[in-house]
Protein backbone atom coordinates (compact mmCIF):
# COMPACT_ATOMS: atom_id res chain seq x y z
CA UNK A 1 0.00 0.00 0.00
CA UNK A 2 1.26 3.56 -0.47
CA UNK A 3 2.85 5.08 2.52
CA UNK A 4 0.28 7.92 3.89
CA UNK A 5 -1.09 8.68 0.50
CA UNK A 6 -4.42 10.35 0.39
CA UNK A 7 -6.38 9.79 -3.00
CA UNK A 8 -8.41 12.85 -4.41
CA UNK A 9 -12.08 11.75 -4.73
CA UNK A 10 -12.65 11.04 -8.34
CA UNK A 11 -15.80 13.20 -8.19
CA UNK A 12 -14.17 15.80 -6.31
CA UNK A 13 -11.19 16.50 -9.64
CA UNK A 14 -12.64 19.46 -11.21
CA UNK A 15 -12.97 19.75 -14.87
CA UNK A 16 -11.24 21.95 -17.09
CA UNK A 17 -12.95 23.64 -19.30
CA UNK A 18 -11.58 22.79 -23.24
CA UNK A 19 -10.44 19.77 -21.91
CA UNK A 20 -12.30 16.49 -22.20
CA UNK A 21 -10.94 13.27 -21.51
CA UNK A 22 -11.69 9.64 -22.72
CA UNK A 23 -10.37 6.03 -22.01
CA UNK A 24 -10.76 2.87 -23.38
CA UNK A 25 -9.91 -0.75 -22.96
CA UNK A 26 -8.29 -1.44 -26.31
CA UNK A 27 -6.28 -4.34 -25.70
CA UNK A 28 -2.66 -3.21 -25.19
CA UNK A 29 -2.00 -4.57 -22.31
CA UNK A 30 -4.34 -6.99 -20.67
CA UNK A 31 -7.92 -7.80 -20.87
CA UNK A 32 -10.41 -6.07 -18.61
CA UNK A 33 -8.03 -2.91 -17.94
CA UNK A 34 -8.21 0.68 -19.33
CA UNK A 35 -4.65 1.61 -21.41
CA UNK A 36 -5.91 3.88 -24.11
CA UNK A 37 -6.40 7.69 -23.23
CA UNK A 38 -7.42 10.70 -25.32
CA UNK A 39 -7.02 14.27 -24.13
CA UNK A 40 -9.35 16.56 -26.43
CA UNK A 41 -8.23 20.18 -26.43
CA UNK A 42 -10.40 23.08 -27.52
CA UNK A 43 -8.97 25.40 -30.56
CA UNK A 44 -6.50 28.32 -29.23
CA UNK A 45 -5.31 26.24 -25.77
CA UNK A 46 -1.45 26.22 -25.12
CA UNK A 47 0.52 23.42 -24.29
CA UNK A 48 4.64 23.30 -23.06
CA UNK A 49 6.18 20.31 -21.76
CA UNK A 50 9.89 18.55 -21.10
CA UNK A 51 10.74 15.57 -21.84
CA UNK A 52 13.39 12.98 -20.31
CA UNK A 53 16.90 13.24 -20.91
CA UNK A 54 17.49 9.76 -21.30
CA UNK A 55 20.08 9.59 -24.76
CA UNK A 56 17.88 6.24 -25.49
CA UNK A 57 14.54 8.34 -25.18
CA UNK A 58 11.68 6.43 -26.75
CA UNK A 59 9.81 7.23 -29.97
CA UNK A 60 6.97 8.91 -28.71
CA UNK A 61 9.12 11.82 -27.17
CA UNK A 62 11.09 12.37 -30.40
CA UNK A 63 7.94 12.35 -32.33
CA UNK A 64 6.19 15.10 -29.57
CA UNK A 65 9.44 17.43 -29.73
CA UNK A 66 8.63 17.32 -33.11
CA UNK A 67 5.25 17.93 -33.23
CA UNK A 68 5.55 20.85 -30.73
CA UNK A 69 7.87 22.29 -32.70
CA UNK A 70 6.04 21.94 -35.92
CA UNK A 71 2.45 23.09 -34.96
CA UNK A 72 4.17 26.12 -32.76
CA UNK A 73 6.03 27.17 -36.09
CA UNK A 74 2.51 26.78 -38.12
CA UNK A 75 0.74 28.86 -35.67
CA UNK A 76 -1.43 26.07 -34.85
CA UNK A 77 -2.64 24.84 -31.18
CA UNK A 78 -2.38 21.32 -29.84
CA UNK A 79 -5.79 19.47 -30.08
CA UNK A 80 -5.14 16.27 -28.62
CA UNK A 81 -2.80 13.87 -26.36
CA UNK A 82 -3.20 10.16 -27.28
CA UNK A 83 -1.94 8.16 -24.28
CA UNK A 84 -0.89 4.05 -24.09
CA UNK A 85 0.21 1.87 -21.25
CA UNK A 86 1.41 -1.44 -21.48
CA UNK A 87 4.01 -0.52 -23.78
CA UNK A 88 7.00 1.80 -23.91
CA UNK A 89 7.87 1.84 -27.68
CA UNK A 90 11.19 2.29 -26.79
CA UNK A 91 13.69 0.77 -28.11
CA UNK A 92 11.98 -0.08 -31.22
CA UNK A 93 13.73 1.70 -34.04
CA UNK A 94 12.17 3.29 -37.05
CA UNK A 95 9.30 1.11 -37.14
CA UNK A 96 8.67 2.66 -33.38
CA UNK A 97 8.85 6.18 -34.68
CA UNK A 98 6.47 5.03 -37.61
CA UNK A 99 3.90 3.61 -34.76
CA UNK A 100 4.07 6.76 -32.83
CA UNK A 101 3.44 8.95 -36.07
CA UNK A 102 0.70 6.75 -37.35
CA UNK A 103 -0.63 6.93 -33.96
CA UNK A 104 -0.91 10.60 -34.47
CA UNK A 105 -2.51 10.74 -37.38
CA UNK A 106 -5.04 8.41 -36.86
CA UNK A 107 -5.98 10.86 -34.21
CA UNK A 108 -5.56 13.70 -36.03
CA UNK A 109 -7.89 12.38 -39.07
CA UNK A 110 -10.66 11.67 -37.24
CA UNK A 111 -10.60 15.38 -35.51
CA UNK A 112 -10.07 16.95 -38.89
CA UNK A 113 -6.69 18.50 -37.65
CA UNK A 114 -3.04 18.21 -38.80
CA UNK A 115 -0.98 15.08 -37.43
CA UNK A 116 1.53 17.54 -35.98
CA UNK A 117 -1.66 19.07 -33.48
CA UNK A 118 -1.81 15.30 -31.73
CA UNK A 119 1.17 14.44 -29.08
CA UNK A 120 1.59 10.89 -28.53
CA UNK A 121 2.37 9.17 -25.26
CA UNK A 122 3.31 5.74 -24.13
CA UNK A 123 4.76 3.98 -20.63
CA UNK A 124 5.27 0.26 -20.10
CA UNK A 125 7.47 -2.30 -21.18
CA UNK A 126 10.37 -1.62 -23.60
CA UNK A 127 11.80 -3.10 -26.98
CA UNK A 128 8.49 -3.92 -27.90
CA UNK A 129 6.61 -2.91 -31.10
CA UNK A 130 3.86 -0.90 -30.17
CA UNK A 131 0.41 -2.45 -31.33
CA UNK A 132 -1.14 -0.05 -33.71
CA UNK A 133 -3.64 -1.99 -35.32
CA UNK A 134 -5.54 -2.16 -31.46
CA UNK A 135 -4.63 1.40 -30.66
CA UNK A 136 -6.50 2.84 -33.92
CA UNK A 137 -8.89 0.06 -32.95
CA UNK A 138 -9.31 1.78 -29.69
CA UNK A 139 -9.81 5.08 -30.73
CA UNK A 140 -13.34 5.42 -31.67
CA UNK A 141 -14.38 3.93 -28.12
CA UNK A 142 -12.28 6.73 -26.12
CA UNK A 143 -13.34 9.30 -28.17
CA UNK A 144 -17.11 8.13 -27.30
CA UNK A 145 -15.80 8.26 -23.92
CA UNK A 146 -14.90 11.77 -23.86
CA UNK A 147 -16.08 14.22 -20.91
CA UNK A 148 -14.47 17.20 -18.95
CA UNK A 149 -15.00 14.81 -15.28
CA UNK A 150 -12.89 11.88 -16.52
CA UNK A 151 -9.35 13.23 -15.06
CA UNK A 152 -9.84 10.35 -12.35
CA UNK A 153 -10.82 7.62 -14.84
CA UNK A 154 -7.55 8.81 -16.91
CA UNK A 155 -5.43 8.43 -13.79
CA UNK A 156 -6.41 5.08 -13.91
CA UNK A 157 -6.14 4.07 -17.82
CA UNK A 158 -2.08 5.47 -17.45
CA UNK A 159 -0.97 3.45 -14.59
CA UNK A 160 1.47 0.48 -14.92
CA UNK A 161 3.03 -0.95 -11.61
CA UNK A 162 1.59 1.98 -10.00
CA UNK A 163 -1.40 0.62 -7.20
CA UNK A 164 -3.32 3.47 -7.21
CA UNK A 165 -4.35 6.13 -9.26
CA UNK A 166 -2.43 9.81 -9.11
CA UNK A 167 -5.00 12.91 -9.62
CA UNK A 168 -5.02 16.16 -7.87
CA UNK A 169 -7.13 19.08 -8.28
CA UNK A 170 -7.21 23.05 -6.76
CA UNK A 171 -8.30 26.57 -7.58
CA UNK A 172 -7.35 30.31 -7.01
CA UNK A 173 -8.50 33.59 -7.77
CA UNK A 174 -6.58 35.49 -11.18
CA UNK A 175 -7.20 38.84 -12.16
CA UNK A 176 -10.87 38.63 -10.88
CA UNK A 177 -11.33 35.07 -11.83
CA UNK A 178 -11.66 31.45 -10.67
CA UNK A 179 -9.04 29.56 -12.28
CA UNK A 180 -9.34 25.92 -12.08
CA UNK A 181 -6.19 23.30 -11.53
CA UNK A 182 -6.08 19.65 -12.66
CA UNK A 183 -3.11 16.92 -13.01
CA UNK A 184 -2.91 13.40 -12.92
CA UNK A 185 0.54 10.93 -12.99
CA UNK A 186 1.85 7.96 -13.37
CA UNK A 187 4.80 6.01 -11.91
CA UNK A 188 5.97 3.57 -9.47
CA UNK A 189 9.16 2.49 -10.73
CA UNK A 190 12.13 3.21 -12.91
CA UNK A 191 11.93 6.66 -11.73
CA UNK A 192 14.71 9.08 -10.87
CA UNK A 193 13.06 12.01 -13.55
CA UNK A 194 15.80 13.91 -15.10
CA UNK A 195 13.22 16.57 -16.12
CA UNK A 196 10.25 15.49 -14.49
CA UNK A 197 8.28 12.22 -14.40
CA UNK A 198 7.04 8.98 -16.23
CA UNK A 199 3.96 10.69 -17.17
CA UNK A 200 2.55 13.64 -16.08
CA UNK A 201 -0.39 15.91 -17.19
CA UNK A 202 -1.46 19.42 -15.60
CA UNK A 203 -4.49 21.57 -17.25
CA UNK A 204 -5.74 24.94 -16.21
CA UNK A 205 -8.07 27.15 -17.80
CA UNK A 206 -6.17 30.25 -16.76
CA UNK A 207 -4.99 32.47 -20.12
CA UNK A 208 -1.30 32.02 -20.19
CA UNK A 209 0.77 33.32 -23.13
CA UNK A 210 2.88 30.77 -24.39
CA UNK A 211 6.08 32.04 -24.35
CA UNK A 212 5.68 32.24 -20.06
CA UNK A 213 4.22 28.38 -20.85
CA UNK A 214 7.79 27.28 -21.73
CA UNK A 215 9.15 28.75 -19.06
CA UNK A 216 6.69 27.30 -16.66
CA UNK A 217 6.83 23.99 -17.60
CA UNK A 218 10.61 24.02 -16.77
CA UNK A 219 10.22 25.27 -13.42
CA UNK A 220 7.34 23.06 -12.48
CA UNK A 221 9.12 20.08 -13.35
CA UNK A 222 12.53 21.14 -11.85
CA UNK A 223 10.79 22.10 -8.27
CA UNK A 224 8.41 19.15 -8.21
CA UNK A 225 9.60 16.03 -10.49
CA UNK A 226 13.16 16.65 -10.83
CA UNK A 227 12.73 15.95 -6.99
CA UNK A 228 11.74 13.02 -6.57
CA UNK A 229 13.78 9.32 -6.97
CA UNK A 230 12.51 6.03 -6.03
CA UNK A 231 15.66 3.78 -7.90
CA UNK A 232 17.54 6.25 -9.47
CA UNK A 233 16.44 4.77 -12.81
CA UNK A 234 16.09 7.74 -15.44
CA UNK A 235 13.03 6.25 -18.33
CA UNK A 236 13.30 6.63 -21.96
CA UNK A 237 10.09 8.46 -21.70
CA UNK A 238 9.35 10.43 -19.34
CA UNK A 239 7.18 13.26 -20.37
CA UNK A 240 5.59 15.77 -18.25
CA UNK A 241 2.95 18.62 -19.99
CA UNK A 242 1.13 21.43 -18.99
CA UNK A 243 -1.84 22.94 -20.96
CA UNK A 244 -3.89 26.21 -21.06
CA UNK A 245 -6.94 26.40 -22.02
CA UNK A 246 -7.40 30.03 -22.25
CA UNK A 247 -10.86 29.90 -21.22
CA UNK A 248 -10.91 31.90 -17.74
CA UNK A 249 -11.89 35.88 -18.05
CA UNK A 250 -9.23 37.43 -16.68
CA UNK A 251 -6.05 39.27 -18.54
CA UNK A 252 -3.34 36.73 -19.97
CA UNK A 253 -0.38 36.06 -17.53
CA UNK A 254 2.54 37.40 -19.65
CA UNK A 255 4.85 37.45 -16.82
CA UNK A 256 6.00 34.81 -13.78
CA UNK A 257 7.41 37.91 -12.27
CA UNK A 258 3.76 39.62 -11.85
CA UNK A 259 1.66 39.04 -9.16
CA UNK A 260 -0.49 36.81 -11.31
CA UNK A 261 2.08 34.61 -12.44
CA UNK A 262 3.69 34.12 -9.04
CA UNK A 263 0.37 33.20 -7.73
CA UNK A 264 0.06 30.87 -10.92
CA UNK A 265 2.78 29.25 -10.59
CA UNK A 266 2.70 28.80 -7.08
CA UNK A 267 -1.00 26.81 -7.44
CA UNK A 268 0.63 25.10 -10.31
CA UNK A 269 3.71 24.17 -8.30
CA UNK A 270 1.93 23.11 -5.55
CA UNK A 271 -0.41 20.56 -7.62
CA UNK A 272 2.86 18.91 -9.51
CA UNK A 273 4.54 18.77 -6.05
CA UNK A 274 1.50 16.69 -4.80
CA UNK A 275 1.91 14.20 -7.57
CA UNK A 276 5.45 13.81 -7.81
CA UNK A 277 5.26 12.85 -3.88
CA UNK A 278 2.39 10.83 -4.56
CA UNK A 279 4.83 8.75 -7.02
CA UNK A 280 6.88 8.11 -4.14
CA UNK A 281 4.70 7.51 -1.69
CA UNK A 282 3.72 4.90 -4.36
CA UNK A 283 7.06 3.70 -5.25
CA UNK A 284 7.40 0.06 -5.83
CA UNK A 285 7.51 -2.08 -2.87
CA UNK A 286 7.84 1.20 -0.53
CA UNK A 287 7.30 1.36 3.12
CA UNK A 288 8.76 4.54 3.85
CA UNK A 289 8.38 8.18 2.62
CA UNK A 290 11.69 9.96 3.47
CA UNK A 291 12.53 13.85 3.07
CA UNK A 292 16.21 14.68 2.17
CA UNK A 293 17.23 17.87 3.21
CA UNK A 294 20.61 19.61 2.42
CA UNK A 295 21.46 22.81 3.65
CA UNK A 296 24.30 24.86 4.14
CA UNK A 297 26.09 24.20 0.82
CA UNK A 298 27.98 26.37 -1.19
CA UNK A 299 25.36 25.90 -4.60
CA UNK A 300 22.21 24.50 -4.71
CA UNK A 301 23.82 21.73 -7.24
CA UNK A 302 25.96 20.64 -4.28
CA UNK A 303 23.28 20.32 -2.17
CA UNK A 304 21.20 18.24 -4.98
CA UNK A 305 24.52 15.85 -5.24
CA UNK A 306 24.64 15.00 -1.80
CA UNK A 307 20.80 14.52 -1.63
CA UNK A 308 20.44 11.91 -4.50
CA UNK A 309 23.78 10.12 -3.32
CA UNK A 310 21.66 9.32 -0.02
CA UNK A 311 18.78 8.92 -1.70
CA UNK A 312 20.44 6.11 -4.39
CA UNK A 313 22.30 4.47 -1.66
CA UNK A 314 21.17 0.87 -1.62
CA UNK A 315 22.83 0.77 1.96
CA UNK A 316 21.02 3.82 2.95
CA UNK A 317 17.35 2.54 1.72
CA UNK A 318 17.57 -0.68 2.67
CA UNK A 319 18.52 0.72 6.14
CA UNK A 320 15.43 2.53 6.35
CA UNK A 321 13.19 -0.53 5.52
CA UNK A 322 14.88 -2.59 8.34
CA UNK A 323 13.72 0.77 10.52
CA UNK A 324 17.95 0.40 11.48
CA UNK A 325 19.76 3.06 12.73
CA UNK A 326 23.10 2.32 10.99
CA UNK A 327 23.19 6.19 10.06
CA UNK A 328 27.15 5.82 8.94
CA UNK A 329 25.83 5.15 5.89
CA UNK A 330 24.52 8.62 5.19
CA UNK A 331 28.06 9.67 6.01
CA UNK A 332 29.30 8.01 3.68
CA UNK A 333 27.22 8.37 0.93
CA UNK A 334 27.82 12.02 1.81
CA UNK A 335 31.30 11.60 1.60
CA UNK A 336 31.17 10.02 -1.73
CA UNK A 337 28.09 12.70 -3.80
CA UNK A 338 31.55 14.45 -5.77
CA UNK A 339 32.24 17.76 -3.24
CA UNK A 340 36.00 17.90 -3.41
CA UNK A 341 37.13 19.91 -1.39
CA UNK A 342 34.32 18.85 1.02
CA UNK A 343 35.54 19.58 4.99
CA UNK A 344 33.96 16.56 7.17
CA UNK A 345 34.41 18.44 10.22
CA UNK A 346 31.67 21.03 8.99
CA UNK A 347 29.21 18.14 8.70
CA UNK A 348 26.04 17.90 10.90
CA UNK A 349 23.17 15.15 10.48
CA UNK A 350 19.60 15.17 12.12
CA UNK A 351 16.87 11.96 11.62
CA UNK A 352 13.76 14.35 12.30
CA UNK A 353 14.50 16.37 15.85
CA UNK A 354 17.66 13.41 16.76
CA UNK A 355 20.45 15.26 16.18
CA UNK A 356 22.98 12.18 15.03
CA UNK A 357 26.58 13.57 14.04
CA UNK A 358 28.14 17.19 14.97
CA UNK A 359 31.15 17.95 12.84
CA UNK A 360 31.43 14.71 11.40
CA UNK A 361 31.31 12.60 14.56
CA UNK A 362 28.93 10.83 16.51
CA UNK A 363 27.11 13.24 18.57
CA UNK A 364 27.96 12.50 22.21
CA UNK A 365 24.24 12.60 23.66
CA UNK A 366 23.03 10.70 20.37
CA UNK A 367 21.08 7.37 21.78
CA UNK A 368 20.48 4.42 19.74
CA UNK A 369 16.64 3.75 21.04
CA UNK A 370 15.87 7.79 19.74
CA UNK A 371 17.78 6.93 16.41
CA UNK A 372 15.41 3.61 16.20
CA UNK A 373 12.29 5.78 17.15
CA UNK A 374 12.57 7.99 14.47
CA UNK A 375 13.24 4.94 12.13
CA UNK A 376 10.19 2.99 13.05
CA UNK A 377 8.31 6.24 11.83
CA UNK A 378 6.50 5.59 8.15
CA UNK A 379 7.66 9.39 6.72
CA UNK A 380 11.26 10.57 7.62
CA UNK A 381 13.23 13.58 7.94
CA UNK A 382 16.99 13.33 6.86
CA UNK A 383 18.82 16.93 7.06
CA UNK A 384 22.54 17.19 6.06
CA UNK A 385 24.21 20.41 7.04
CA UNK A 386 27.39 21.15 5.30
CA UNK A 387 28.47 23.89 6.70
CA UNK A 388 30.06 25.37 3.66
CA UNK A 389 27.59 28.27 2.24
CA UNK A 390 23.35 29.29 2.24
CA UNK A 391 22.07 26.98 -0.18
CA UNK A 392 19.66 24.50 0.56
CA UNK A 393 17.46 22.02 -1.47
CA UNK A 394 15.36 18.89 -0.97
CA UNK A 395 14.52 15.26 -2.44
CA UNK A 396 12.32 12.88 -1.89
CA UNK A 397 12.28 8.79 -2.18
CA UNK A 398 11.37 5.67 -0.35
CA UNK A 399 12.92 2.80 0.89
CA UNK A 400 14.43 -0.44 -1.02
CA UNK A 401 12.33 -3.54 0.29
CA UNK A 402 12.03 -7.46 -0.85
CA UNK A 403 9.17 -6.48 -2.86
CA UNK A 404 10.82 -4.02 -5.33
CA UNK A 405 12.90 -7.08 -5.97
CA UNK A 406 9.81 -9.42 -6.60
CA UNK A 407 7.98 -6.45 -8.59
CA UNK A 408 10.94 -6.17 -11.08
CA UNK A 409 11.96 -9.72 -11.24
CA UNK A 410 8.20 -10.57 -12.12
CA UNK A 411 7.37 -7.03 -14.51
CA UNK A 412 6.80 -9.23 -17.90
CA UNK A 413 5.73 -11.91 -16.63
Known amino acids: MPVNFVATDPAELRAIPGVRIGSTEAG ?61 NAGTGQH ?29 VIMEQLPLDRIVAGLPGALADAQEAHWG ?37 MIRPNMATMLGFLATDACVDAKVMTQLAGELAEASFNRITIDGDTSTNDSF ?8 VHAP ?41 VEGGASGEECRKV ?12 AFFASDPNLGRILAAVGYAGIEDLDQT ?45 ACDTVWTCDLSHDYVSINADYRS
Open 346 to 390: GIDLYLDDVLVAVQGGRNPAYREEDGQRVMRQSEIKVRVLLGRGT
Open 153 to 189: RAAQAIMTTDTVPKAFSAQLQLGGATVSLSGIAKGAG
Open 96 to 124: GLHNARATSAALAQTLGCQASQVLPFSTG
Open 253 to 293: VTSLASAEGQALRAAMLGLAQKLAQAIVRDGEGATKFIEIR
Open 307 to 318: AYAIAHSPLVKT
Open 28 to 88: IRKANRLDLTVMLLDEGSTVAGVFTQNRFCAAPVQVCREHLAQSAAAGQSVRALVINTGNA
Open 241 to 248: VIIATNQA
